[in-house]
């Protein structure tokens, strides 16, 4: 019993006290506590009450790098550029009047053949601006993402001043400049609005 007690009182005072009756040091404690001698756990998501991801094999990583690229978001964005212009140009022809009327016989009555006509060369139009205005911001964003090394609101306005100005420029510097502070504007609201 004796010899039980006098190991209490030696861990005690290991842990508490110096030998010469002095406290210790705070961060003494913390290092016999925590420091070195503490092994560390690895975060399992099964034990946490998640299910555990299985391991990915290299065809699974190599898919997630080209679906991460540049080039890939800027085809995706074109993708959907066209399919989307390619709808609004038709619903657009749709809706509008003046739709497959000849301006030389205002009186003659379009057959359906070129209202049809008239609304697939409206939709191709608009699929064809829709696409490259897509993969020029889906570019720039990438690109300045990837400059940047940050993934926030900035990436898609500075994006948009410059797909915007891109787009401007053809008709002079205003036109340019005024398409920048669009186009940067609109993206900024729609980032505010996702985020």
């Known amino acids: 019993m004796a010899a039980s ?4 009182e030696t861990s005690a005072m290991s842990i508490g006290s110096s030998p010469d009756g002095g406290q210790l040091q705070y961060s003494l ?33 190599m898919m997630e790098q080209g679906m991460e690229s540049c080039a890939f978001k800027a085809l995706l964005a074109c993708v959907g550029g066209f399919v989307l212009g390619g709808a609004f140009g038709v619903f657009t022809a749709g809706i509008d009047s003046n739709v497959g009327f000849d301006p030389k016989d205002p009186m003659r009555t379009p057959t359906a ?3 049809l006509r008239d609304m697939g060369q409206r939709g191709m139009s608009y699929a064809k601006n829709f696409a ?10 990438c690109i300045i993402e990837s400059h940047r090394g940050k993934s926030d609101w900035k990436n898609a306005v500075y994006s948009g001043c410059v797909t915007g100005g891109a787009i401007g420029f053809r008709a002079g510097l205003k036109a340019g400049v005024l398409g920048c502070g669009g186009f940067a504007a609109f993206s900024a609201a729609i980032e505010y609005y996702l985020r």
């Open 132 to 141: 490259i205005v897509g993969a020029m911001f889906s570019c720039t964003e």
């Open 29 to 61: 404690i913390l290092e016999h506590l925590i420091g070195d001698r503490r092994q560390a756990k690895e975060l399992n998501p099964a034990v946490m009450g998640g299910l555990p991801s299985p391991h990915k094999s290299d065809e699974q990583k």
């Open 113 to 115: 053949r070129e209202v």
């Open 5 to 8: 007690s006098q190991n209490a």
